[in-house]
C-alpha cells in the first residue's frame, strides 16, 4: 500500500485486532456517494479526514457526519450541506463512534487510552469519561440516553447515563461488537473470545448469555421483528437470536463474515464476507440466502 498514499477508500476496515487498519494514509478520501439511478451511484466529492478512518457515524437532524480517525487520535466532522469539515482532538487510538441525535451528543471509545470522549454537537466541546480496559464497540439507546461501551481488554461493558455517570456490567470475554435495541431496551453485546452473546436487561443491567458460533465479531438489531443477528468470523455463519425467547438458529455464510447490517424496512441483512469478496444477504422473513459481489477486495464493512 506505499504507492497509494492518496488512493481513495471505499469501505472502513473493522479487521481483527491484530491487523486493525488496512493502511495507514497521511491523507485519506472519505467517499460521499448519492443514488443517481435505481441501481447506480456516483461519486459525488470526496473529503479528507484524518490519518486511519476506523468508522463514522452520522447525525440526521444536523446534517453532520463524524469520521474517527484512529491514527490521528481525532474526529473528523463533516456538515453534510457543504462538505466542509473540521476536527476535534478526542483520547488514544479511537475505535468506535456513534451519535445520539435526541441530544446532540457523539461519543468516541478510545481504545488506547480507556475512556470515552465526548462531544456536544453544537459546539465540539469535549468532555471525557473512564471506560474500562480497551474500549472497542459503541453503542447508543437514543430513548432511554445511555450509552454502552465494550471494553475488549478487560470483559466488561461501561454503562454511560445522560449526566457522563458510568456503570460497569459483567460480560463475556473479549467483547467487540455492541447493538441496541431501543423498543425493548436490551443491548446485546458479541463476546469474540467466549463465543455467545451477552443480553443486558437496560432497567436493571442484569445479564444472561446465548450461545454464538466461532469468534462472533459483529452484531446487529432489527427491531421492528425484535431479532438479533451476530457475524461468527470462524465459523463462516450468523447466529440469529430471537429477542423475545433468547432461541437462536444459524444461517450459514461465506469466507469470514465480518460486518452485518440491516434494512428494517425490507427484512433483509447484509453480511460482509472479508476472504471472499462478496456480501451474503439473508432475507429475515424465511432465512434464505443469496449472495452478490461486493466488488472490493476483502470486504469489510457494512451499511444501510
Keep these: 500500500m506505499a504507492t497509494q498514499d492518496r488512493s481513495t477508500i471505499l469501505a472502513f476496515s473493522r479487521e481483527k485486532r491484530t491487523s486493525r487498519w488496512l493502511s495507514v494514509l497521511t491523507a485519506v478520501s472519505l467517499i460521499l456517494l448519492t443514488a443517481a439511478a435505481a441501481h447506480a451511484q456516483t461519486v459525488t466529492s470526496m473529503v479528507p479526514v484524518g490519518t486511519a478512518p476506523q468508522t463514522l457515524a452520522l447525525n440526521p437532524v444536523t446534517n453532520k457526519i463524524y469520521v474517527a480517525n484512529a491514527a490521528s487520535n481525532n474526529v473528523t466532522v463533516i456538515n453534510g450541506a457543504t462538505n466542509t469539515t473540521t476536527t476535534v482532538n478526542v483520547g488514544s487510538s479511537p475505535e468506535a463512534i456513534a451519535v445520539n441525535p435526541n441530544t446532540n451528543k457523539i461519543y468516541v471509545s478510545n481504545h488506547g487510552s480507556n475512556n470515552v470522549t465526548v462531544i456536544d454537537g453544537a459546539t465540539n466541546a469535549t468532555v471525557t469519561v473512564s471506560a474500562g480496559n480497551g474500549p472497542y464497540g459503541l453503542a447508543v439507546n437514543p430513548v432511554t440516553n445511555k450509552v454502552y461501551v465494550s471494553n475488549s481488554d478487560g470483559n466488561t461493558v461501561t454503562v454511560i447515563d445522560n449526566g457522563n455517570n458510568a456503570t460497569t456490567v459483567q460480560a463475556g470475554t473479549a467483547p467487540e461488537s455492541v447493538a441496541v435495541n431501543p423498543a425493548t431496551n436490551k443491548i446485546y453485546v ?84 472479508e476472504d471472499s469478496g462478496n456480501v451474503t444477504v439473508i432475507d429475515g422473513a424465511t432465512n434464505t440466502t443469496t449472495s452478490i459481489p461486493a466488488g472490493l477486495i476483502d470486504p469489510a464493512a457494512a451499511a444501510v
Design 190 to 273: 458479541a463476546n469474540n473470545g467466549s463465543n455467545n452473546v451477552t443480553v443486558i436487561d437496560g432497567v436493571t443491567n442484569a445479564t444472561s448469555t446465548v450461545a454464538a458460533g466461532n469468534s462472533p465479531i459483529a452484531i446487529a438489531v432489527n427491531p421492528v421483528t425484535n431479532t438479533v443477528y451476530v457475524a461468527n468470523i470462524k465459523s463462516n455463519n450468523v447466529t440469529i437470536i430471537d429477542g423475545a425467547t433468547d432461541l437462536a438458529s444459524t444461517v450459514g455464510t461465506e469466507s469470514r463474515p465480518t460486518l452485518i447490517a440491516v434494512n428494517t424496512v425490507t427484512n433483509k441483512i447484509y453480511v460482509a464476507n
